[in-house]
């Protein structure tokens, strides 16, 4: 379970969102510039709220009253970007293996071959990313995010970089991962197309403000 009660304030811009959610897929979309990124940036500890609180399980990750704000390397939280921002001169395997050499053994909930085979990456694992299509190199950010046993999985626009067919191609490897990891997964997109595939449950982002669950 995610619970967050925040307010974020940066030049004219005031973010306020809550909310509570559990496993499965919580969808955020609305109009850029409405907060979407602002939230997964307060959530993964990019950002550091004004003012509010972020919970996951029984762990508090901020509390501004207490003076308590965990750095993102502690909070387990897996982070994918609509570019995917993988290390170009490391190979696939390097690149998802990033963050798993991080974890320490007793914390790894997956390991390379279930990731890979997963998202079937295994023959390309000795490939470096400029020799990758573009939704090769997002299902390779989703594994390096993966290999990193998040609690929490933060995706922010991951396919609107993608045309048409790739997406198509993407789709299901997200839904994979819903159903086979039950990782809470927070999903950012301004395509209702994706939300209808994927989410169950749904928010819009208006203006900084985070409005009332919508779908369920």
């Known amino acids: 379970m995610l619970s967050f009660d925040l307010n974020f304030a940066r030049g004219g811009f005031v973010l306020n969102a809550a909310a509570r959610v559990g496993a499965g897929v919580t969808g955020v979309y609305g109009p850029s510039g409405s907060g979407k990124s602002t939230l997964l940036a307060l959530l993964a500890g990019l950002l550091t709220p004004t003012r509010g609180q972020v919970r996951l399980g029984e762990r508090v990750l ?23 921002q993988l290390f170009p001169h490391l190979t696939v ?12 053994q007793a914390g790894r909930n997956f390991d390379l071959a279930g990731v890979a085979g997963l998202l079937e990456l295994t023959p390309l694992l000795d490939r470096r990313p400029t020799l990758l299509s573009g939704g090769e190199r997002q ?15 933060l995706l922010d626009e991951p396919l609107s970089s993608l045309d048409d067919r790739l ?32 989410a169950d449950r749904a928010y819009g982002m208006e203006r900084g403000t985070l409005l009332a669950q919508v779908t369920d």
């Open 93 to 104: 395997r390097q690149n998802l293996l990033y963050g798993f050499a991080r974890i320490p």
């Open 167 to 198: 997406k198509q191609q993407i789709l299901p490897f997200l839904k994979r991962i819903k159903d086979e990891t039950r990782i809470p997964m927070l999903y950012v997109t301004h395509a209702h197309s994706e939300l209808d595939y994927l």
């Open 139 to 153: 299902r390779v950010a989703l594994g390096r995010a993966l290999l990193y046993s998040p609690q929490l999985l």
């Open 62 to 84: 901020v509390d501004t009253t207490a003076r308590r704000v965990l750095p993102p390397w502690e909070r387990h939280v897996g982070l994918v970007f609509q570019d995917g």
